[in-house]
């Protein structure tokens, strides 16, 4: 049986793990399994405007390989990264390759100056309360997901892309006719 002393300290001791849990859960830093995208399974669908206000939808690009990639300005991998897409986007479009940018916690003329200064050319959509980054269990950018032609999700690549991870992900989603 448990002594005072050893009682208090086991509460002291699980009380602060049990408020970061919480927290954590407030804040949607912790998602269960099913509530994310996952390799296998349907990309959950989403819509969204763009930086000019025009929809983006995920559905309006079935039968296509897609890649959403989660980004912010401030994201100093989201640099580096960028370069890699826009290469991929000219050598792979004839192919059907689509990019989708989602920005994550960034301001609409952050995002647009990004996207300008990189050349990008691809949709970037805002994500209004961060449903999208939700459902896709985003935690920082950059992060990305690839999407086949079927609308299955068969790649997730957490962080920053190599030319290698990005050629590798990109096998899984554009051999696929």
């Keep these: 049986m448990a002594t005072p002393s050893r009682r208090l300290l086991i509460i002291a001791g699980v009380t602060p793990l049990a ?8 804040l949607g830093l912790v998602q269960a399994p099913s509530e994310t995208a996952r390799i296998g ?16 939808r995920l559905s309006d690009l079935h039968g296509r390989p897609v890649v959403v990639n989660f980004w912010a300005s ?3 991998p989201c640099v580096e990264e960028f370069p890699l897409l826009r290469a991929a986007l000219a050598t792979h ?5 689509a990019i989708i940018g989602i920005v994550y916690r ?7 100056a ?3 200064r990189m050349g990008a050319t691809w949709p970037a ?3 209004p309360g961060e449903t999208v980054a939700r459902q896709y269990g985003i935690l920082s950018p950059p992060e990305s997901y690839f999407i086949g032609r079927d609308g299955i999700v068969a790649g997730r ?19 696929e006719e």
Excluded at 41 to 56: E, H, N, Q, R, Y
Excluded at 93 to 97: E, N, R, V
Aim: a negative charge; hydrophobic letters at 55%; aromatic letters at 6%.
């Design 74 to 76: 401030w994201c100093a």
């Design 125 to 127: 959509a805002m994500d």
């Design 19 to 26: 408020l970061i849990l919480v927290w954590a859960a407030v």
């Design 93 to 97: 479009g004839d192919s059907g390759l």
């Design 41 to 56: 399974t349907p990309a959950p669908a989403f819509a969204l405007a763009d930086l000019d206000g025009k929809p983006v």
């Design 157 to 175: 690549q957490i962080g920053q892309l190599s030319a290698a991870d990005l050629d590798r992900q990109l096998s899984l989603i554009l051999g």
């Design 106 to 112: 960034d301001r609409s003329e952050a995002a647009r």
């Design 114 to 116: 990004f996207m300008a």
